[in-house]
């Protein structure tokens, strides 16, 4: 296997995520084409949101984009259909030891959970805490609730302990995510709850 | 109401798809928002696929992208959810009077939407005949019987008419699609063959 700039992959997960060029968001890539491919579920990053204002059509089938700026997300970056529930979540990392920066979500973003839920979607966060190399899902409906109940602007390390669902490395697929999300639908969503 | 390039909305359905600035993308975009802040369903549509090449940071919070190029989509155009359902569709124009050229579909779309479809979701097409001016929603299902058991490269009228809903232009909803989901979902899918 080869990994970006010739280094060697290091395995030993206390320094896993020490920038050698793969991240949070390269890891649950893997774990989506993972999960195509083994039939487990559909569920693809969207692609990043682009104005674009210029384009030179040197032929009619190679346009070339020559100006174009960075759009500011409104919903977050995965979604998909498992199990005939459908998915919504967006990966962060954090360097922070202690807490979860709130500043790292946007409020429409926020909004875009609160919707999903109430249409009977699945929508969560997965955080990376980078440092003391943990990761965690994080249900929206403990994100949101957080969110109506503190002043605070970070969530506390020890919510994600008490709330989250910690997620391990694992070769294949690399972050078993859906496992989580079996257990939360079990607790927390009703497949008969559904609108009719 | 202001429209672009300044011409008057001619709300005659004869000539609507006439080329006149407004677009099946623009009508649905805006059916999904009127569906968004009605709080009836969370559906959007996903970014253009864009390959950054070259970009410029002349400040850290402005970035250019001086360098770009379109990438072909692997999955449909529109996703989200309404009353749990996992949605999702592609919406395609034609010229065409008697039938719709399959080539508009990639290979790797109707591979998505048999995995959506498999793993509970719901997925179709919307197609607009722009020469008629008719607009069909046709499920994914009976669009991938099509394809399995024809040779033909491209669908005819009739099996639009036969298999497809017709949808109706409105002031608002735009295009009330979700009005035919209700519908499908009634007739083939079962909120219970979802699979544990």
Known sequence: MKY???TKRNLNKNIYYGNRGMNLEQDINITNEYYLINDIAVIHKKPTPITVNKVDYPSRIDAVITEAHYKTPSTTDYNGVYKGFYIDFEAKETKNKTSFPLSNIHS???????????????SFIIVCFTTVNKLFLLDGNDLIWFINNNERKSIPFSYFLEKGILLEYKFQPRI?????????????????NKKN
Do not use: C, F, T
């Open 4 to 6: 970006p700039k010739g």
């Open 176 to 192: 078993d995510y859906l496992k989580a999300i079996d257990k939360l639908v079990e607790v927390k969503y009703e497949r008969n």
């Open 108 to 122: 429409h973003q926020i909004k875009h959970i609160e919707s999903v839920i109430r249409h009977g979607g699945v």
